[in-house]
């Protein structure tokens, strides 16, 4: 799916993932310099992933775009798998503001306002 992440100096409209396993939306360090954060001045933190614990900073998406869904200060961390083939992964930093419905047999996911 298409989603626009917003920074402090850029919009971005990316190819992204629904991860209802991840606690925070994750990008690739590249793009978030694109959007204007500088990843030297971040927190970091250690987080838990299905490959083992890894070390990323964290930050806050000015705002999130899914279709009508909008999440604003979206909680984020950034991996350092900077592969243009790999999508943002959307997960429980955006989703828990919603309404989330997965609909498998219809093959679509609804956004509504909690």
């Known amino acids: ?33 694109v959007l204007g954060y500088d990843l ?3 927190d970091w933190l250690d987080i838990l992933t299905a490959n083992g614990p890894i070390r990323v900073p964290r930050l806050s ?6 279709g009508d869904a909008i999440g604003r200060d979206v909680q984020a961390v950034c991996h350092a798998l900077d592969d243009p083939a790999l999508p ?8 828990r503001e919603f309404v989330v ?9 609804t956004l509504d306002a909690n």
């Open 1 to 33: 799916m298409s989603a626009w992440l917003t920074g402090p100096s850029g919009v971005a409209d990316v190819d992204a993932l629904v991860d209802t396993g991840a606690t925070a939306v994750m990008l690739p360090r590249a793009l978030a310099e």
């Open 40 to 42: 030297r001045m971040a």
């Open 61 to 66: 998406l000015a705002e999130v775009r899914i």
């Open 88 to 95: 943002v992964l959307i997960g429980l930093s955006f989703l």
């Open 101 to 109: 419905t997965l609909d498998f047999p219809g093959g679509f996911l």
